[in-house]
C-alpha cells in the first residue's frame, strides 16, 4: 500500500502498481480458463469501456491503439467469440491481447482498473 509521503506524484505511483499487482494476479487464470467476453459497454469517462466477462469480472479498459474498442464491439454484436488470448505488463500497466476479432491486428486494450461493484 501507498506510504503516502507526502508526493501526490509518486503516491499515486504506488496506488497505480498495487493495483496492477492485484490485477495481474487475476490475468492467468482468465487466460488459463479461457473466459470469454460476454459485453463492452461504455465507461465513466470518454475512450474508457467496461469489459464484462463470462465469470463477473469486469475492467475498465482503453484501446491502445485507438479503434479496438469499436472493433471488439463489432465482433460481440457478430455474436463472434472472443477471449482475453494474453496480456503483458509493461511500464506503463497492463496490456491485454484478445483473440476472436476480425482484423490484421489483433485488439489490444490497457487495463485502466477494476470496476467498481453496481
Not at 496490456?95 to 470496476?115: E, F, H, I, N, S
Request: net charge positive.
Amino acid at each position: 500500500m501507498p506510504s503516502w509521503d507526502g508526493d501526490p506524484a509518486r503516491d499515486w505511483a504506488e496506488v497505480e502498481r498495487a493495483l496492477a499487482d492485484r490485477l495481474q494476479v487475476l490475468l492467468p487464470g482468465l487466460v488459463s480458463r479461457r473466459v470469454p467476453v460476454r459485453a463492452l459497454e461504455a465507461g465513466p469517462v470518454r475512450g474508457v469501456g467496461r469489459l464484462r466477462l463470462a465469470d463477473g469480472t469486469t475492467l475498465l479498459v482503453s484501446s491502445f491503439p485507438p479503434g479496438g474498442l469499436a472493433r471488439l464491439m463489432r465482433a460481440l454484436v457478430d455474436q463472434r467469440a472472443v477471449l482475453v488470448s494474453s496480456w503483458v505488463r509493461d511500464r506503463e500497466g497492463l496490456l491485454l491481447t484478445l483473440g476472436g476479432v476480425p482484423g490484421r491486428q489483433p485488439v489490444r486494450l490497457r487495463v485502466v482498473g477494476p470496476d467498481q461493484p453496481d
